[in-house]
């Protein structure tokens, strides 16, 4: 079983739509919580970065964390086709500097 | 630089050759990372360097793997003897220390 589960889609939505995107993992330890976008060929870009539980709002993204269940969750609202990309969900234990990502999930926005 | 800026964009070896991989990090940042990404899969850690310290080669495969940063700047990740399994896109990020780490373009390598 991987650390962290990601479904990797593909997920297709059309334009305007709110975007729920989802990760699990197993290790209790991990304390810092990131998503990526990554356009295709190019490199992981940070999008939003918590620390421990809670949200975390920036501009139509909104990151949440729920350490008791292990899960994590990205919403994107009013979702645009230049949101079309690969999410990847990325984490560390507090003190290390290791990330471990998810297996990334495939967004498409339909205009 | 304004980025990560990684050399070779893409390397094409034969089997058996040696490679570099080379990192130039965002000017200022301390904190240096390898990952590989394999297509359809997240990155997967490969080794990290505070300043010019290796602090986490964990994720090395094997020993054919090492990579130095001896100046606290550029890094080179470099692979021995090269087999066909070491074909993938290797990302080198950078951050400053214990912050938010930011990728490169990555280096794709193909042995054939």
């Known amino acids: 079983q991987k650390e962290v589960e990601q479904d990797p889609g593909p997920l297709s939505v059309p334009e305007g739509a709110i975007v729920s995107l989802n990760c699990t993992y197993s290790?209790?330890?991990?304390?810092?919580f990131m998503w990526y976008r990554q356009y295709s060929r190019k490199g992981p870009e940070l999008l939003m970065y918590?620390?421990?539980?809670g949200n975390k709002e920036d501009g139509r993204f909104t990151a949440q964390v729920d350490k008791s269940s292990k899960y994590i969750s990205l919403f994107i609202r009013d979702s645009q086709p230049s949101d079309s990309a690969t999410y990847l969900c990325?984490?560390?234990?507090?003190?290390?500097?290791?990330?471990?990502f998810g297996q990334g999930t495939r967004l498409t926005i339909n205009p | 630089g304004a980025g990560v800026s990684q050399s070779p964009r893409y390397k094409v070896t034969k089997r058996g050759q040696d490679v570099a991989l080379r990192c130039d990090p965002i000017?200022?940042?301390?904190?240096l990372y390898w990952y590989r990404q394999a297509l359809g899969q997240g990155p997967e850690f490969l080794t990290y360097?505070?300043?010019?310290?290796?602090?986490?080669k964990s994720g090395l495969p094997n020993d054919r793997f090492s990579a130095e940063r001896p100046e606290g700047s550029i890094s080179t990740l470099t692979i021995q003897r090269t087999e066909q399994r070491d074909s993938a896109m290797y990302r080198c990020?950078?951050?400053?220390?214990?912050?938010?780490?930011?990728f490169g373009q990555g280096t794709r390598l193909t042995v054939v």
């Open positions: 990325a984490m560390r234990v507090g003190g290390a500097q290791k990330l471990v």
């Open positions: 000017s200022g940042h301390v904190s």
């Open positions: 918590t620390y421990s539980s």
């Open positions: 290790n209790s330890a991990f304390q810092y």
């Open positions: 360097f505070n300043y010019e310290a290796q602090q986490d």
């Open positions: 990020a950078s951050s400053l220390e214990g912050g938010k780490a930011f």
